[in-house]
T-cell receptor, first 115, second 114 residues
Framework: AQTVTQSQPEMSVQEAETVTLSCTYD???????LFWYKQPPSRQMILVIR??????QNATENRFSVNFQKAAKSFSLKISDSQLGDAAMYFC????????????FGAGTRLTVKP | DAGITQSPRHKVTETGTPVTLRCHQT?????MYWYRQDPGHGLRLIHY???????DKGEVSDGYSVSRSKTEDFLLTLESATSSQTSVYFC?????????????FGPGTRLTVT
């Protein structure tokens, strides 16, 4: 089964600065989807960004971008111009195309934004 | 926001009692999921449904059962709650089978088993 590892339990960043959250995964599949979800104190899970493994171009959504390194099985999230509202738990997730229901999550990284 | 509600939002129960959590959607999505969230584990799939009366087990299904008698409702039952089932439970929905479809999550239910 695929595993997702987030090696940074906690990270902090100064407001307006840039921070990168790390995620690695283990899979033998060649095609898959990767996601970053944000979970603020409200507990709501919010999709931040997604990446299709067959696409070489890194996904970008406003201040959020990813660095997808398929050979290294790495999928990091970069948050630029950090804002206080970015403070949350961030989860990396892997979804297999061969099993609609096999979505694996990492343990999460808690991001603190300092004013 | 996707129309997903969960009830109750908080519950405290005693060991050995049955507990049912409800997930209700207004999106008419075919797929529904139950996850549990625990520190250090992220979210783990308990059970999922791919249609009315069609359900299957996920990664951590022991001690849980589910039912789906209507498209909009997906129930998670703990037949005899144990302290290890203290967790935050999330329901999610998905439009289709293709992995391109993202999952939308409900607000979560915090369950404490004493």
């Amino acid at each position: 089964a695929q595993t997702v590892t987030q090696s940074q339990p906690e990270m902090s960043v100064q407001e307006a600065e840039t921070v990168t959250l790390s995620c690695t995964y283990d899979t033998s599949e060649s095609d898959y989807y990767l996601f970053w979800y944000k979970q603020p104190p409200s507990r709501q899970m919010i999709l931040v960004i997604r990446q299709e493994a067959y696409k070489q171009q890194n996904a970008t959504e406003n201040r959020f971008s990813v660095n997808f390194q398929k050979a290294a099985k790495s999928f990091s999230l970069k948050i630029s111009d950090s804002q206080l509202g970015d403070a949350a738990m961030y989860f990396c997730a892997y979804r297999s195309p061969y099993n609609n229901n096999d979505m694996r999550f990492g343990a999460g990284t808690r991001l603190t934004v300092k004013p | 926001d996707a129309g997903i509600t969960q009830s109750p939002r908080h519950k405290v129960t005693e060991t050995g009692t049955p507990v049912t959590l409800r997930c209700h959607q207004t999106e008419n999505h075919r797929y529904m999921y139950w996850y549990r969230q625990d520190p250090g584990h992220g979210l783990r799939l308990i059970h999922y449904s791919y249609g009315v009366k069609d359900t299957d087990k996920g990664e951590v299904s022991d001690g849980y059962s589910v039912s789906r008698s209507k498209t909009e409702d997906f129930l998670l039952t703990l037949e005899s709650a144990t302290s290890s089932q203290t967790s935050v439970y999330f329901c999610a929905i998905s439009e289709g089978r293709l992995f391109t479809y993202e999952q939308y999550f409900g607000p979560g239910t915090r369950l404490t088993v004493t």
